[in-house]
């Protein structure tokens, strides 16, 4: 049981959370369901998660709501996070992919083999740390433009920042700045 990966669902939905809590279960995962953003909030924060997957439209609080939480703490930056659209709503998945989710899925395009198949895909993704080269030409225009701290030390730690990427796909990389100590994200 120990070394299963566990997962969050978040879903006010229990058809839906129950389904995907099944095919989840049936994929080898450990899964923890909740009904919306404030009890995801709760579970993230206080256990360890390999990943989650949430809806967008919940009460309380919504799904951009909770990942904008997420994406606020040292603990649950790094955790993957999947969106299961109903919608699919292209509005929807920028502003998610801004937000720095790992995928978004619009439910009834993909099939629920497919969606195991991408969560397990993000979940398993690795992360890869790169040192800026602070000699390049275009560091000073990087630090201007992204708002980065002048001196590009972390303000908590006084650590280097770095570029930290998860590979989700062989050409598609998403890269943060981040300090490469204390975990602290500067965008
Ligand atoms: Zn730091």
């Given at each position: 049981?120990?070394?299963?990966?566990?997962?969050?669902?978040?879903?006010?939905?229990?058809?839906?959370?129950?389904?995907?809590?099944?095919?989840?279960?049936?994929?080898?995962?450990?899964?923890?369901?909740?009904?919306?953003?404030?009890?995801?909030?709760?579970?993230?924060?206080?256990?360890?998660?390999?990943?989650?997957?949430?809806?967008?439209?919940?009460?309380?609080?919504?799904?951009?709501?909770?990942?904008?939480?997420?994406?606020?703490?040292?603990?649950?930056?790094?955790?993957?996070?999947?969106?299961?659209?109903?919608?699919?709503?292209?509005?929807?998945?920028?502003?998610?992919?801004?937000?720095?989710?790992?995928?978004?899925?619009?439910?009834?395009?993909?099939?629920?083999?497919?969606?195991?198949?991408?969560?397990?895909?993000?979940?398993?993704?690795?992360?890869y740390f790169f040192k800026v080269n602070r000699e390049?030409?275009?560091?000073?225009?990087?630090?201007?433009?992204?708002?980065?701290?002048?001196?590009?030390?972390?303000?908590?730690?006084?650590?280097?920042?770095?570029?930290?990427?998860?590979?989700?796909?062989?050409?598609?990389?998403?890269?943060?700045?981040?300090?490469?100590?204390?975990?602290?994200?500067?965008?």
């Open positions: 049981m120990g070394n299963k990966q566990k997962i969050l669902i978040v879903d006010d939905d229990d058809q839906i959370r129950l389904m995907y809590s099944e095919l989840f279960r049936q994929s080898g995962f450990d899964v923890i369901e909740r009904k919306d953003g404030v009890e995801g909030l709760e579970v993230a924060t206080s256990v360890k998660l390999d990943g989650i997957f949430t809806g967008i439209i919940m009460p309380r609080m919504n799904g951009f709501d909770f990942v904008k939480a997420l994406k606020e703490y040292k603990d649950t930056v790094d955790v993957p996070i999947v969106v299961n659209s109903h919608l699919g709503r292209e509005e929807d998945r920028n502003a998610m992919e801004k937000l720095g989710v790992n995928d978004f899925i619009i439910r009834g395009l993909v099939s629920p083999a497919e969606i195991i198949k991408r969560v397990v895909h993000v979940v398993n993704a690795e992360d390049s030409e275009d560091f000073e225009k990087f630090i201007r433009e992204q708002r980065m701290p002048i001196d590009f030390m972390c303000d908590e730690c006084g650590t280097e920042l770095s570029i930290k990427f998860k590979s989700t796909d062989k050409d598609y990389f998403r890269g943060s700045i981040r300090c490469p100590k204390c975990n602290k994200r500067f965008n």
